[in-house]
């Protein structure tokens, strides 16, 4: 490929997701597509009930657990349906229609998840960043002893915000860990459901996580459709029916290489760093304000802005001659997001911040 005026050779990729992955992930799954393991065949044409990809299968979900230090009550499932299909497949599961549970509204992906607990049971909305269009996390709130489970949002991705602190209660947590799973050491055993769709943080599109702790399940009296509950995944191995065997493949060269990276706390150094300047330049330079309060800040993903919204079509254009793509907001945002996953390099992160400044330059 040759570098041209409108397409640099190297991109710096801040999609919010699908996102970046590292660049050996994508040499490896190419490969895998033409030949998987030596075998003469396509990943993509490989039977999900062979010993080969039965240990691809094992190695993800032994290398998911290694790396969030998971214990013995804690099962990891690999599903269809993105994390939206969790914000049912939870209640379904946990959720009897007289009980309630505990929700948190810290963003539009955290109210989509209200709205299909809602066919389930009662749901209690225990507080909301909304009316200031979802830029802080609520601190003051108190949630019910008999609330079924505390449902929370980790990482806002369209808002930028981020729980710096998990709150402390005696309910079960539940969590959408989409956006940030991986990026920073929690204590995964203290929740007792956590789901994530794989194309943020994880690997490609079309396959979801879903860590559970298998004490939980079992306590309601609705009956559930066979795909949609937890216990039969885990009685199969995440094979109860033709699984996203691509997608989970992508899912074990990104979790290896994780590994390689030394594990979520090597990678939480590094995301520190990374969201560390940025946020130094939004703070520093006068051309550009961030939305998000700033301790509830999200390290995943940045959102800015600038006043006039012709500036920001020209910073954007600017921004793509240096190769920077994908730093639009969300549609109802606006602005700006730059999104730093793990594989997301520092030097990526000083383009950016370069292209700032060089920006402002050129103004005076
Ligand atoms: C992207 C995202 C979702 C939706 O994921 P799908 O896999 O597209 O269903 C849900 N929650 C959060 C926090 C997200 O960032």
């Given at each position: 490929m040759t570098a041209t005026k409108e397409q640099p050779v190297l991109l710096h990729n801040f999609n919010a997701g699908p996102s970046i992955l590292p660049k050996t992930v994508f040499e490896q799954a190419a490969a895998a597509i033409l030949n998987?393991?030596?075998?003469?065949?396509?990943?993509?044409?490989?039977?999900?009930?062979?010993?080969?990809?039965?240990?691809?299968?094992?190695?993800a979900r032994g290398l998911l657990r290694e790396l969030m230090h998971l214990d013995e009550?804690?099962?990891?499932?690999?599903?269809?349906?993105?994390?939206?299909?969790?914000?049912?497949?939870?209640?379904?599961?946990l959720l009897d229609a007289k009980e309630s549970a505990a929700y948190t509204d810290t963003d539009v992906w955290g109210a989509k998840a209200i709205k299909e607990a809602r066919l389930f049971g009662k749901v209690d909305v225990v507080c909301s960043s909304k009316e200031k269009n979802y830029n802080f996390i609520p601190k003051d709130f108190a949630v019910p002893n008999d609330a079924k489970y505390l449902h929370i949002t980790t990482n806002n991705t369209i808002y930028g915000t981020q729980w710096q602190k998990i709150p402390r209660t005696s309910n079960s947590m539940v969590a959408d860990m989409?956006?940030?799973?991986?990026?920073?050491?929690?204590?995964?055993?203290?929740?007792?459901?956590?789901?994530?769709?794989?194309?943020?943080?994880?690997?490609a599109a079309g396959v979801n996580i879903v860590v559970v702790n298998k004490n939980i399940l079992g306590k309601i009296k609705r009956a559930i459709?066979?795909?949609?509950?937890?216990?039969?995944?885990?009685?199969?191995?995440?094979?109860?029916?033709?699984?996203?065997?691509?997608?989970?493949?992508?899912?074990?060269?990104?979790?290896?290489?994780?590994?390689?990276?030394?594990?979520?706390?090597?990678?939480?150094?590094?995301?520190?760093?990374?969201?560390?300047?940025?946020?130094?330049?939004?703070?520093?330079?006068p051309l550009f304000t961030g939305t998000a309060a700033k301790e509830d800040r999200s390290k995943m993903n940045v959102c800015f802005v600038m006043e006039d919204p012709?500036?920001?079509?020209?910073?954007?254009?600017?921004?793509?001659?240096?190769?920077i793509v994908a730093i639009r907001g969300h549609r109802s945002v606006g602005g700006f997001r730059a999104s730093l996953y793990n594989a997301l390099p520092l030097s990526s992160v000083e383009v950016l911040v370069q292209a700032m400044r060089d920006f402002s330059n050129s103004l005076n």
């Open positions: 998987f393991e030596q075998s003469g065949l396509s990943i993509l044409e490989f039977g999900h009930r062979t010993p080969e990809f039965t240990a691809v299968m094992a190695e009550n804690h099962e990891v499932l690999f599903l269809h349906g993105g994390a939206s299909t969790q914000f049912m497949q939870v209640p379904m599961n989409s956006s940030d799973i991986l990026s920073r050491v929690l204590d995964f055993n203290s929740f007792d459901l956590i789901y994530a769709g794989a194309q943020k943080n994880l690997g459709p066979t795909m949609m509950d937890y216990r039969n995944h885990i009685k199969e191995d995440s094979m109860l029916n033709t699984p996203p065997v691509f997608a989970i493949y992508v899912c074990l060269l990104n979790l290896r290489w994780v590994k390689a990276q030394g594990g979520v706390a090597a990678l939480e150094k590094r995301n520190i760093e990374k969201a560390a300047l940025l946020y130094r330049e939004i703070d520093e330079n012709l500036m920001e079509e020209r910073f954007e254009a600017f921004a793509r001659t240096r190769g």
